[in-house]
């Protein structure tokens, strides 16, 4: 699993029939402590509802089309988590509602 901010979305008017419907998020990856992103994007599938500047995982490969959203599409990234805390040495580098 990859985490990464959602940075905004991705429209396609012309794709694939299977992928109709499906929300595209152009997410960037980002450093677990200071949250700041590393510059390196990627386009991936929406599985579970995520909005602009969420935290998120997303999982890639072959892992990506084994969300139930996902199943049998034409798909290399997926986000499969919103995520509500990071923690690392006992301090909490995010928390969702804050």
């Given at each position: 699993?990859?985490?990464a901010k959602v940075v905004g979305t991705v429209v396609a008017s012309?794709?694939?029939v299977q992928m109709?419907?499906?929300k595209l998020l152009l997410l960037e990856k980002i450093d677990p402590v200071t949250l700041?992103?590393?510059n390196d994007f990627?386009?991936?599938m929406d599985a579970v509802g995520a909005g602009k500047e969420e935290i998120v995982f997303y999982v890639s490969?072959?892992?990506a089309r084994l969300a139930e959203r996902t199943k049998g599409l034409p798909t290399d990234a997926t986000v499969i988590?919103?995520?509500d805390n990071i923690e690392k040495d006992g301090?909490?580098?995010f928390q969702k509602d804050n």
């Open positions: 699993m990859i985490l012309q794709k694939a109709e419907g499906v700041k992103g590393k990627v386009v991936a490969g072959s892992s988590a919103i995520v301090l909490f580098t």
